[in-house]
Structure formats: C-alpha cells, structure tokens
Nanobody, 126 residues
Framework: VQLQAYGGGTVHTGGSLRLSCAAS????????MGWFRQAPGKERALVAA????????TYADSVTGRVTMSRDKAKNTVYLQMNSLKPEDTAVYYC????????????????????WGQGTLVTVSS
C-alpha cells in the first residue's frame, strides 16, 4: 500500500493542525495504522496508533490529551488532530501501516510497521 501524508505546516504555540494519511489502491481498513515523528537528532518515536477496529487509539504520554487519531473508512484516510501544539512537537511526522488479520492489536513499535509515508513537517514556533 502506498501512503501519502500531508497537512503539516508552521503554527504558533497553542495552535492546531490536522494531519492526513491517504492510501491508494488498497483499503486502509485492512491495516493497523500509526503516526510517528522524528525530530532532528532524535529517533523516530510513536505519536499514536490505531487498530483495524479503530476503537481505542494508543497515544504517547507526551501527546495524550492533545492529540486524537481517527480513521475514515469511506475516505480511506487516517487523521491525526493535534491541538495545543508546543515547540517540542516540531518534527517530521510519518504515517505507517501494517496488514493485520485481527481487528484489535495496536502495534506500538516502528519495526512492526511495513509501509511508510513520505513524512510531513510540523514546525511549532514559540
């Protein structure tokens, strides 16, 4: 599956952005999905992940309460709504997917994902 992430940009502290991850050719309903981010000089880290069911997303502690991950089956798109953004949220954000036969498992590690989008840059200015 080919993933395309978009929606990044530059916002001030406290602002909001919604990232989107769209797929062509195959339905994302077959995949567990994740959003990761990588800041300069740091390792890629989980932001949020969601199982095929989409019922209970998992969030990193650093974004809990400020970020919501969701999926829209009709649009074949996964979203990451980010509010109350902070300068430390500045990073390149990647969406990722892994085919799952089950509906409930939520992969949390980057090495569990097989497909990656190209990344979209989020910059939060103070």
């Amino acid at each position: 599956v080919q993933l395309q992430a978009y929606g990044g940009g530059t916002v001030h502290t406290g602002g909001s952005l919604r990232l989107s991850c769209a797929a062509s050719e195959r339905s994302l309903s077959l995949y567990a999905m994740g959003w990761f981010r990588q800041a300069p000089g740091k390792e890629r880290a989980l932001v949020a992940a969601i199982s095929r069911s989409g019922r209970v997303p998992t969030y990193a502690d650093s974004v809990t309460g400020r970020v919501t991950m969701s999926r829209d089956k009709a649009k074949n798109t996964v979203y990451l709504q980010m509010n109350s953004l902070k300068p430390e949220d500045t990073a390149v954000y990647y969406c990722a997917a892994v085919f799952r036969s089950d509906y409930l498992y939520t992969p949390r590690e980057a090495n569990e994902y097989h497909y990656w989008g190209q990344g979209t840059l989020v910059t939060v200015s103070s």
